[in-house]
């Protein structure tokens, strides 16, 4: 659950997204991925934008294990 306050800066950030942006999503995480609050557009943008961006973060997750393992490369005399 939200403050006051920080329910006040998200309403303010909210109206400036709106005002700038015609297609927006928002979403409020706690600290245990809990979803405090949520707002978009329309509902279908807000369908389309969550999806992307849940993509995109399992993309960066699947980049961050494949480079992990970068260091464990040997030197190999093919590539002198």
Do not use: C, T
Not at 20 to 45: C, G, K, M, Q, T
Request: charged letters at 35%; aromatic letters at 12%.
């Amino acid at each position: 659950m939200l403050s006051d306050e920080e329910q006040d800066r998200l309403d303010h950030a909210i109206a400036v997204l709106s005002e700038h942006f015609p297609n927006y999503a928002v979403a409020v995480l706690s600290v245990e991925n809990e979803l405090l609050s949520i707002d978009y557009s329309s509902w279908r943008v807000g369908r389309m934008l969550f999806r992307d961006a849940l993509e995109d973060m399992e993309y960066e997750k699947e980049m961050s294990r494949e480079m992990a393992g970068w260091d464990d490369w040997e030197d190999d005399a093919d590539y002198e």
